[in-house]
């Protein structure tokens, strides 16, 4: 089978295109030939090596994937099913979405979607199904469209782009902010009201600001989350889930204890099957189709090694899926 593998040994880090032999895929009960990937951000972490993702060598990459089930001794799970795998460390330390085949826990899988093709599947990926939890986080404590406007950070990303459309279609009010003004208008398209610079956030700020944002969804992290976090509207929540700008947060506790602001961790490799079904089950009904169109583009698995390093740059806009099976 092809695979992009991952090495690490005296000659250095590296991802290449390679042909492996099936034996060498790791242990599971599900046996899946994968039709699609994705390019995540920690999958450009992964391919380029900038950061210890991979846990062990050599590393098929790929955090996402979607295809059809080929052999299962798991309960759930026949011959011919359609499924989709975000997470769990695949693609870190079990190998992963970028081989024509993949090996794995069933536990793991969620069946794909009868709305979603499986190419449709990895355009939303692990990135659109966090913003689907974003969303779950800011529902659940009770963030509703007629309080006020919503902030989605890292807007033109993977994230940010989904984020934006489920949030428009639910009647959320969203301005989305963006270190590239010349992405106004896809953003716009996806549903964004309004743009802002993200400059804007990005230095260090004042424990408390002037209330603007009834809800937030953050991608970003440092200055800029303790920044949203200083201008919640009061009881208003941020759901965070990057670090695109940092992992610190140089924030104060005066936004929770002063206006009862909730700060929501958003965690996809670990969630429960529970919540992800719960997920996957509200992208059906909650994302315009129409828009995953508008926000992806296709990649072959030999191209996915080359753009790795434009998405650490925050280069890509929206979501790269990667064909991995004709
Ligand atoms: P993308 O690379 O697609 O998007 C990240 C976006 O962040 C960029 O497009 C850019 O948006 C913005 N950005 C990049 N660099 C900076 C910077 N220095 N300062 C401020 N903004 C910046 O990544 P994803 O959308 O896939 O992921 C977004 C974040 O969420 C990442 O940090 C990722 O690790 C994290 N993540 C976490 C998950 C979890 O389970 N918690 C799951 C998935 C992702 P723009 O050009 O519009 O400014």
Redesign the pocket.
């Known amino acids: 089978m092809k695979a992009v593998l991952i090495n690490k040994d005296d000659n250095g880090y590296g991802a290449t295109l390679t042909d492996v032999d099936e034996s060498q895929l790791p242990e599971g009960d599900v046996t899946v030939k994968v039709d699609y990937s994705s390019i995540?951000?920690?999958d450009?972490l992964a391919i380029t090596g900038s950061s210890p993702v991979v846990r062990s060598f050599p590393m098929v990459p790929g955090i996402d994937l979607a295809g059809a089930v080929e052999t299962s001794s798991h309960p759930d799970f026949k011959t011919g099913d359609m499924v989709v795998l975000n997470g769990w460390g695949v693609g870190e330390t079990h190998w992963g979405g970028m081989a024509e085949k993949a090996r794995l826990n069933g536990d793991w899988l969620v069946p794909l979607p009868n709305a979603f093709s499986a190419k449709q599947a990895m355009a939303i990926g692990?990135?659109g199904y966090?913003a689907m939890l974003c969303v779950l986080a800011l529902e659940k404590n009770g963030v509703t469209p007629d309080q006020g406007e919503i902030l989605v950070?890292?807007?033109?990303?993977?994230?940010?782009s989904v984020a934006i459309s489920i949030l428009n279609k639910l009647g959320y009010t969203v301005v989305a902010?963006?270190?590239?003004p010349e992405?106004a208008d896809y953003l716009k398209s996806l549903g964004a009201s309004d743009t802002i610079d993200?400059n804007e956030l990005?230095e260090k700020g004042r424990p408390l600001g002037k209330e603007r944002w009834a809800g937030a969804v953050d991608?970003?992290g440092s200055h800029?989350l303790a920044n949203i976090c200083a201008t919640m509207k009061y009881g208003g929540t941020v759901a965070a889930?990057?670090?695109?700008?940092g992992f610190d947060l140089p924030a104060t506790v005066m936004p929770f204890i002063l206006r009862g602001v909730t700060l929501a961790g958003?965690?996809?490799?670990m969630c429960p099957k529970e919540r992800r079904l719960e997920a996957w089950q509200r992208l059906a009904t909650d994302l315009d189709l129409g828009h995953i169109e508008t926000l992806m583009n296709e990649v072959s698995l030999e191209e996915a090694i080359n753009i790795a390093p434009e998405?650490l740059e925050?280069k890509?806009r929206g979501r790269t899926v990667v064909k991995v099976s004709n």
């Open positions: 995540n951000f920690k450009g692990t990135a966090t950070t890292g807007a033109a990303g993977g994230v940010g902010s963006t270190g590239r992405q993200r990005s991608c970003v800029t889930c990057g670090l695109a700008q958003v965690d996809s490799v998405i925050g890509v």
